[in-house]
């Protein structure tokens, strides 16, 4: 019987790792070279019908940097679909990003490609480390239909159809195809007979019994940092000429999916986060390699979705310039982390200088721009108070009473808050110290001369506030007594929900619902016998515990509770951790915050929270929370089934994980850390990884070849994190896990507010107070307090900009629960910010995007 031809779509393209084990100048010359020969093939050789350049945009503006004389050329081959650009302006990381940070990266991609003539219609996902459960949501509202990925599905699941439905969370669906032999099985393509049998009739023989549905087969031909094939068009001609069980065209990603889903019906359904490192390696654990990058990251992300951008929309509709421009600079600074092995910190050490270098840019640029909004709307204001006003900003919009902390400097000593009409507001004074006010130089006829300035008085005051949505309002400084955080006796903290103390030299914890954990955090270190990839068990090794806990110090007010505690780890050169307990009246978070000095190499510390008798766990991702089993069925015969890694069942989190245990609903809500594994006794949570490799052959949870450069050993000394560190989360106990209880307690622990005292005694605490401002015009006679925009107490909020053409107010608002939410008002739009016909309804587990044509509410 005679075979069926299939069609064998040839797609030449370049995987382009921007930086790596090389820096991103190394990339960026050979850039050049590469993309300049490029367009020289494709100008001179019509057959040569197109070539795909990895689907970020990101290179080609580092390309036209160089040679702008290039970019009518380039305009003219993307416009023809003959060079395919877009629609990532870089490849991201999917499970290591705040979920703005992906629609970001399509949005400023796509947006650019367009601009150019083209952006690839397809969600291409060639090398990313596991893929986010929303992809297949995001693709639909940017208004692409297909996907194609390599790594994260089990060969059952694909064994007789490489194509399938991918479903989101939310029902939305991707046509997507999964590229079983990764991106480059065709690299390599020739006519030689060896190569041939040997090779090529293999790969498509496997390709064929995969395929059962469809004639269309794909043959992705590339690699990373390739050079275009120039014979290509010949080397498809002669293999069409030798035989025909299968017809080779060259062709591209959007004309493959459209045949293979336009000619082929496909049953095949596979729904959310994909993690499976069967065929291709997951690297579960590089979330925490490089722990003190992704901590940075989270800072950065969490100040411009949170604080920059509302706080420009409220300044802007007062009159100040929207920094557009510089949002603009801070998002390609943050992009070009972004991407998958950048993010990853599966660098090298140079490599990684210049992630953090790029992060510290784009934080300086943040604060700076925060420190001129809050003075110009301060100003604006203008109120007339002896000690300077204080303007609080609730940047969420929704109301919500929480104590916020602020920094003011008074010349007296017993000062407090109140309201504008002199109320008191409910507060305690965290820290004070006094200030030398130094000197100052004045130019006189006789010369220069130095005048003494009277010192004053730094405090630090967390303050209960009453906040509308997306508000300000002015506080006023008055004289009064100082509830100061005092030290007391004994090592225990108390506040409405917990009871923490040091029973038998044990961390204990009893909650208002009478469970008790007796040994509620420890501390774990094991040996990492692994690479900057993944952590690897050593044999032999014995984990350590550090359950002793000694009281450093408590302080108490009516307020606010904090404990100190110290641990003491034996392993290497010794490591103490310091931990500071932080009970707040009326909140149910335990705020944590660990500090050590790590000296010892090759090892990862987690912090353990018990969670006696737990078979599931719960972590959010993107626009809901995901639910994941304690262990992997997979991981018993990994091995025999030839898995690239062990399919070990440590997971990511976007901002909080929780443990379904015996006792209760038990959980952390972090900033930064993203890893993180539940099992039948506890959940631990990791804080860092210490290794001094980029790659290493045969280690325990991965076989074969290193990871990344594997024929070099790439020494990483910096990433054994040696020095001082330092991490922050919070803990929470609830007697039963729901969905959207968690996420409230994800906004109330997250930084929506910002204050600032406007004064003349310290020109030293924010980045550029000391510059002289110039106040817009527009900026006058604000009133003392405004509340701007109002969203759904139901609805959680994932973003406030301008919209990218300036023409209005983008909300984006989502809904993790399993009941959809009406939205009241605002125009409906899609990610791309163009106008849609869906109704003004948050579907299950969904998202919506709306559009305003101004802040409205007064």
Known sequence: MTKEQKTVHVVPHAHWDREWYFTIEDSNVMLVENLRHLIDVLERDEAYKSFVFDAQMSVIEDFLAIL???????????????????????????????????IRNLLYGSRAAQAMGHSMKIGYLPDIFGQNAYLPSIFNSFGMEYAILQRGLYTEDVATDLNFHWRAPDGLTAKTNYMYFGYGPGKFLATDAGYVSGTLTPILDTLREMNRSTSQLLLPAGGDQVLV???????????????????????????????????????????????????????????S??????????????????????????????????????????????????AHDSIGGCNSDETNRAIIHRLEQAERICDSLINVLKKQMARGIGAEFEQGAVLVFHLLPKAMTKQVETVIFTKDKAVCLADISGFVVPQTVLSQAYISGGKKVVVTADGEQEVEIPGYYRTVISAEIAMEPLSYQVLQIVQGPVNLVAPVDGAKITNDYYTIEIVAGRLQLTTK????????????????????????????????????ATCVQVLCSDLVSTMTIRHTLARGEGTEIETTLTLKKGEDTLGIKHSLTNKTKNHRIRVRFEAPGSEANYADQAFTAIKRTNTNPHFTKWRENRFAEAPVPIYPLENFAVSLSSKGAIGVLTQGLKEYEATTNYL???????????????????????????????????????????????????????????????????DHQLSYHLQTLNSFEERVERFELPQPAEMCDLPMSASLLTMSNDAFFSTLKQAEDGDGIILRVFNPTDEPIEIASGTVVNMAELPTVEAATISPQSHLTLKYKELNNE
Request: charge should be negative; aromatic fraction near 12%; glycine fraction near 4%.
């Open 68 to 102: 702008p004389e290039k970019k009518v050329k380039l305009e003219q081959l993307i416009k023809q679909k003959r060079l395919f650009v877009g629609p990532w302006y870089t490849q991201t990381d999917t499970l290591l990003v705040h979920k703005e940070s992906l």
């Open 229 to 287: 094939r120039e014979h290509f068009p010949e080397t498809i001609e002669a293999l069409n000429a030798q035989q025909s069980d299968y017809e080779f065209v060259l062709s591209d990603y959007e004309t493959f999916m459209e045949k293979t889903w336009g000619d082929s019906e496909f049953e095949t359904v596979i729904e959310g986060e994909l993690l499976a490192s069967q065929k291709s390696r997951i690297h579960n654990t590089i979330r």
């Open 289 to 338: 390699q490089r722990v003190d990058i992704k901590l940075a990251n989270s800072r950065i992300e969490d100040k411009v979705y949170h604080q920059l951008e509302p706080l420009a929309v409220m300044a802007h509709k007062y009159g100040a310039a929207y920094p557009k421009r510089w949002l603009d600079k801070i998002f390609k600074l943050l992009f070009d982390v972004h």
């Open 513 to 548: 619902f009478g469970e008790q954990l007796e040994n509620f955090l420890v501390f774990e270190d094991v040996a990492d016998d692994g690479d900057s990839y993944d952590f690897s068990p050593l044999a032999g090794d014995v984990t350590e515990l550090a359950d002793e």
């Open 684 to 750: 631990a949570l990791t804080l860092f990884r210490s290794v001094g490799l980029l790659g290493k052959d045969n280690i325990a949870w991965r076989p074969g070849r290193a990871s990344g450069i594997n024929n070099k050993v790439v020494e990483t000394p910096d990433a054994q994190m040696l020095g001082d560190l330092e991490f922050s989360y919070h803990y929470r106990f609830t007697t039963r896990f729901t969905t959207a209880d968690w996420f409230h307690a994800t906004e109330r622990v997250r």
